[in-house]
Structure formats: structure tokens, C-alpha cells
């Protein structure tokens, strides 16, 4: 199983870029990038996936290297309410089963 | 709206008492799933069932029992087996396993004393 490694905290300005890295070296070819958010005692809530190609959407952008190994989802204009811990998963296969495992991720503080 | 449904939110047992969290969802997804976290820790599998009448042990089932009778309904029962019950349990449903983002709901808060 391809796992994630993350830095377990980081700071960002209110009104900056939040750029959240993630290291997954041992991914395999059919496996997606998923990223999540947790803000404090809520269920985590989804943001944005990729297999490849960058992706963005209304939250947040998703850059996946060239080589797979590495990403960097950004929060263009983080807000206070942008607080939270940040899960960066691989997605598992195994048969015709798939289950998203879940590390500690990074507490993202966004301050004034 | 459509959604995921955890209750009760808040939970106080007895040890060696059995307690059942109830997970309801109208998404009309197939795949559900349940989860435990810890203090400062990440989310950790317990079950997850991709259709009606199926389900498999994740990475920490020993302790817990599921049912899936219904499509909508995944209910996990806390034995007095499982020797550290006391977390935030979260469950969370899919469109298809393997497929599609999870959707999850605002979790339930068990406290074993």
C-alpha cells in the first residue's frame, strides 16, 4: 500500500497562498491522490482528487509531479475559516475492493 | 438534503456494556463505511461494507460488529470486547467502492467510564 508522508503542522497568512505538501513515493500507476479536511470535531470533509493532471475546483488547486511521487494542494486565498487539518491519501486497491487509509495529516493554523 | 446522519452525537456507557452507533444516509450511495479517531491522531478503518448484505473488517475490526441489511443504514456496535472504546467514531458513505469522493457524517463521541 502506497502511503503519504506529510509535515504534521504549517502557518499561513490570512489572504495568502497555503501550500500543503505531500510526499506519496511509493504510488503505484492506478492510484488516485485524494485530498480531505477535518475542522476540529467535525467528519472530515472531501476537497479535491487527481490521478495525473493538475486539478482545480472552487476550493483548492491539486499539482501532482511529473513523476507522481510528490503534491501540493493550494489554497490560493487562505481564510481563517481554511483552520484545519489536511489529509492527503492514496487511494488502495485491492481486488475489486478500495479503502481510503488515513495518516495524521497537517495542521494548517491561518493567522492575521 | 441529502446526507450522512451519526447519532447520537454524544455517548456515556458503563464498561462492559455494549453500545450501537447508529449511520444513516439518503445519498443513495452503495459503499459505507466506519472509522476511528483518537486524540491528535489520523482516521483509522474499522468496517466497511460495499453493498447490501457484505461487509469487511478494515484495519482495527477486532472489538466492533457491523450489519448492512439495509442500503441506507450501517449500524456498528461497540462490544465489551473492544479494550479501548472510549473516541470519535465517524462514518462516511461512497457512490461505489473505489469510486468517488467519501462524504462523511459529523461523527459520534463515545466515552466509556
Known amino acids: 500500500d502506497a502511503k503519504t508522508t506529510q509535515p504534521p503542522s504549517m502557518d499561513c497568512a490570512e489572504g495568502r497562498a497555503a501550500n500543503l505538501p505531500c510526499n506519496h513515493s511509493?504510488?503505484?500507476?492506478?492510484?488516485?491522490v485524494y485530498w480531505y479536511r477535518q475542522i476540529h470535531s467535525q467528519g472530515p470533509q472531501y476537497i479535491i482528487h487527481?490521478?495525473?493532471n493538475n486539478e482545480t475546483n472552487e476550493m483548492a488547486s491539486l499539482i501532482i509531479t511529473e513523476d507522481r511521487k510528490s503534491s501540493t494542494l493550494i489554497l490560493p486565498h487562505a481564510t481563517l475559516r481554511d483552520t484545519a487539518v489536511y489529509y492527503c491519501?492514496?487511494?488502495?486497491?485491492?481486488?475489486?475492493?478500495?479503502?481510503?487509509?488515513f495518516g495524521t495529516g497537517t495542521r494548517l493554523q491561518v493567522t492575521l | 438534503d441529502g446526507g450522512i446522519t451519526q447519532s447520537p452525537k454524544y455517548l456515556f456507557r458503563k464498561e462492559g456494556q455494549n453500545v450501537t452507533l447508529s449511520c444513516e444516509q439518503n445519498?443513495?450511495?452503495?459503499?459505507m463505511y466506519w472509522y476511528r479517531q483518537d486524540p491528535g491522531q489520523g482516521l483509522r478503518l474499522i468496517y466497511y461494507?460495499?453493498?447490501?448484505?457484505?461487509?469487511q473488517k478494515g484495519d482495527i475490526a477486532e472489538g466492533y460488529s457491523v450489519s448492512r441489511e439495509k442500503k441506507e443504514s450501517f449500524p456498528l456496535t461497540v462490544t465489551s470486547a473492544q479494550k479501548n472504546p472510549t473516541a470519535f467514531y465517524l462514518c462516511?458513505?461512497?457512490?461505489?467502492?473505489?469510486?468517488?469522493?467519501?462524504?462523511f457524517g459529523e461523527g459520534s463521541r463515545l466515552t466509556v467510564l
Open positions: 511509493t504510488i503505484s500507476g492506478n492510484e488516485y
Open positions: 487527481g490521478l495525473k
Open positions: 491519501i492514496v487511494r488502495v486497491r485491492t481486488g475489486t475492493a478500495s479503502k481510503l487509509t
Open positions: 461494507s460495499q453493498i447490501v448484505n457484505d461487509f
Open positions: 462516511a458513505s461512497s457512490i461505489g467502492q473505489g469510486r468517488g469522493e467519501l462524504f
Open positions: 445519498l443513495n450511495h452503495d459503499a
